[in-house]
């Protein structure tokens, strides 16, 4: 994997607890999103991140196989987002990016353009808690200010 820059982290800690966040990932050429309750820091070095993900929605599969997810920042206007990734919406048909501009960062899993804030992650610890919510503990890889465009996405 080639170096990434390093990031701004006091910027990027300042923005977490701000706002509501999807949780994206890809695995063998599927893709999938689903917004989240919670996203916090857990470390500075590295820079962790914990997300925490309602137990069985249809994304963990895909984030335990390719062992990577993103987690980006959706604006309070941004309603259509907030519709198509919310938990209520668990069909699994097709690909819930296909009208949305996406881009990649270096895991691969899709990033919102339109999103101030995208966080590309590399699991580095799940937790099944005894509770209705699971956590993924991500290392910090990438923000979307070093985004790379995907190929075929705008």
Same mark, same amino acid.
């Given at each position: %994997? ?5 990031? #701004?982290?006091? &910027? $990027? +800690? ?7 966040? $999807? @949780? ?5 050429? &599927? ?15 590295? +820079?962790? *991140?914990? $997300? ?6 249809? *994304?963990?599969? %895909? *984030?335990?196989?390719?062992?990577? !997810? ?8 941004? &309603?259509?987002?907030?519709?198509? !990734? ?11 990016? #296909?009208? @949305?501009?996406?881009? &990649? ?7 919102? $353009? ?5 966080? #590309? ?7 099944? +808690?005894?509770?209705? !919510?699971?956590?993924? *503990? ?17």
């Amino acid at each position: %994997m080639d170096s990434v820059p390093p990031l #701004d982290t006091e &910027r $990027v +800690l300042a923005l977490l607890p701000q706002g509501q966040f $999807v @949780m994206t990932s890809q695995f063998d050429g &599927r893709r999938a999103g689903v917004l989240v309750r919670w996203v916090c820091a857990c470390a500075d070095e590295p +820079l962790l *991140i914990s $997300v925490s993900l309602r137990k069985g929605h249809w *994304i963990s599969p %895909m *984030i335990r196989d390719s062992r990577t !997810f993103a987690v980006c920042r959706l604006e309070s206007t941004d &309603r259509l987002a907030a519709k198509k !990734f919310a938990e209520t919406n668990r069909a699994n048909d097709g690909d819930p990016f #296909d009208c @949305m501009a996406v881009t &990649r960062l270096v895991s691969g899993a899709p990033v919102l $353009v339109r999103s101030s804030l995208c966080l #590309d992650c590399e699991v580095v610890r799940h937790i099944d +808690l005894e509770a209705d !919510f699971e956590l993924f *503990i991500g290392k910090v890889l990438a923000s979307n200010d070093q985004a790379i465009p995907a190929a075929g996405t705008a």
